[in-house]
């Protein structure tokens, strides 16, 4: 487009590269997401490309980079972000020389995420320590290309069924595996009881603080597969978001857990 002028690559993705611009009438700095141009003639990624932004789009999170527009130039599609000059969140080093505790921040994504996951519509499906960056001692995550989304009913029953597991309670599990499967014929309640006092029973007494969430809802989801109860489509996204971001918690401030913000 005319009217956005690349400045410098800064990032690049499977689908995708990142640019620096710069809009020359607003006069501001962007971020430009491009279809890579091999991409451009399938329909397949056009298709994925389109998608994400539109989910993009719908997002609006102080949290969350703001999406300004999304065109379509000589066939290639892109995507015109705000630009995010903050500190990558794994540039420790960095981190402390700005004056940042460490602690603070990991405590602060941990909060961000886990709201996202119990109080919002949607939580970034990809939350690595590219995706993520602190500014002004915020946390702002960057490229909501992969969006998850949980019901209001399946984010209640997944707080309601991790505080099951802290209560050694196997009924609790049980009635989460039903609210939160698709269950389209009889299930064998009894055989259903005792695959959740088996899992339980690898977790023993432990301290909500200190349990895996990911691992949890791994568990979950194998309970349902053992006894043929569908999962709802979000689930599976929500495990590799929230093991991908108890990684980044870890290197950043190992005394933090996720599940203990929860």
Do not use: W
Request: hydrophobic share 40%.
């Amino acid at each position: 487009s005319n009217r956005y002028l690349l400045e410098e690559k800064i990032g690049s993705g499977g689908m995708a590269f990142i640019y620096r611009a710069r809009d020359l009438q607003t006069k501001q700095t962007v971020a430009i997401k491009v279809l890579r141009e091999e991409y451009t003639k399938d329909t397949e990624f056009v298709s994925r490309f389109d998608r994400e932004a539109k989910a993009m789009q719908r997002v609006r999170h102080n949290n969350i980079v703001e999406v300004y527009a999304v065109g379509n130039d000589y066939g290639i599609p892109y995507i015109v972000m705000e630009y995010i000059d903050g500190i990558p969140i794994d540039d420790t080093d960095r981190l402390r020389e700005e004056g940042y505790d460490l602690g603070e921040i990991g405590e602060k994504l941990a909060e961000n995420y886990v709201r996202q996951i119990l109080d919002e519509a949607f939580f970034h499906a990809d939350p690595h320590p590219g995706n993520i960056r602190i500014r002004d001692g915020k946390i702002v995550f960057l490229d909501m290309g992969m969006m998850g989304t949980l019901s209001e009913r399946d984010r209640r029953t997944i707080s309601q069924a991790v505080k099951g597991v802290a209560r050694n309670d196997p009924e609790a599990c049980l009635e989460a595996v039903l609210k939160l499967g698709v269950v389209s014929g009889d299930v064998d309640r009894r055989q259903l009881y005792k695959d959740c006092e088996t899992m339980l029973d690898r977790y023993g007494s432990i301290d909500l603080g200190t349990m895996d969430l990911s691992q949890v809802v791994t568990d979950i989801m194998e309970i349902m597969k053992k006894n043929h109860i569908g999962m709802p489509g979000g689930l599976s996204m929500l495990v590799r978001g929230l093991a991908t971001v108890e990684g980044v918690v870890v290197d950043v401030a190992p005394d933090i857990s996720v599940t203990q913000v929860a």
